[in-house]
């Protein structure tokens, strides 16, 4: 199962762009990239997920290297309520069915 | 339901009583997780579920931890004679598919005195 480093924690200036990395040098083909975050005293929350293309949505950006080996989060305009711990997860399979598995996630502090 | 839904969200056991922690899924939605959280790290995976069949419970920590999912809706995680090293936030969450995007419940805090 590919493993996922990140850093433990970053800051950022609120309104500007927070970019989150994300290591995963030993993903194979066909395993996507996943993101999550978790709000203090909720469950996590699914964000965005790629397998080599690039994507955006209504909440971030990811970009995938191509190698695939790392990527990056982007939340364009943080807010205060974007402070949370993002969590880069990379689908593993286990007999057939994929198992989620989170590290320790990055803790991202928005401030003022 | 329009999401996950864990209850209790608080349970306090005193060591050695069994409790029985529910959660009801999102509304057709085959598979069901159930992760661990210890305070200050990430889930940890304890089971899952695809309908009524458990194909994985490699993340329960002992025989003291047993989870059903009778009629592939509805599940239960038990925890038996419980110890102070089972409190956690016990997080329940559920997806369309196998293992694709996941929505989670709120969790229930489990603190064993």
């Known amino acids: 199962d590919a493993k996922t480093t990140q850093p433990p924690s970053m800051d950022c200036a609120e309104g500007r762009a927070a970019n989150l990395p994300c290591n995963h040098s030993t993903i194979s083909g066909n395993e996507y990239v996943y993101w999550y975050r978790q709000i203090h005293s909720q469950g996590p929350q699914y964000i965005i997920h790629g397998l080599k293309n690039n994507e955006t949505n209504e909440m971030a950006s990811l970009i995938i290297t191509e190698d695939r080996k790392s990527s990056t989060l982007i939340l364009p305009h943080a807010t205060l309520r974007d402070t949370a711990v993002y969590y880069c997860i990379v689908r593993s399979s286990s007999g057939g069915s994929y198992i989620p598995t989170f590290g320790r996630g990055t803790s991202l502090i928005v401030h003022p | 339901g329009a999401g996950v839904s864990q209850s209790p969200r608080y ?47 490699s993340g329960l920590p002992s025989d003291r931890f047993f989870a059903e999912r009778p009629e592939g809706s509805v599940s239960t995680l038990k925890i038996q004679r419980t110890q102070q090293e089972d409190s956690a936030v016990y997080l329940c969450a559920s997806s369309s598919g196998t293992g694709e995007k996941l929505f989670f419940g709120s969790g229930t805090q489990l603190s064993v005195l």
């Not at chain 2, 999102?26 to 309908?51: C, D, K, M, R």
Request: one cysteine or more.
């Open chain 2, 11 to 57: 349970k306090v056991a005193k060591r050695g009583q069994d409790v029985a922690l529910r959660c009801d899924p999102i509304s057709g939605h085959v598979s069901l997780f159930w992760y661990q959280q210890a305070l200050g790290q990430g889930p940890e995976f304890l089971t899952y579920f695809q309908n009524e069949a458990q194909l994985d419970k």
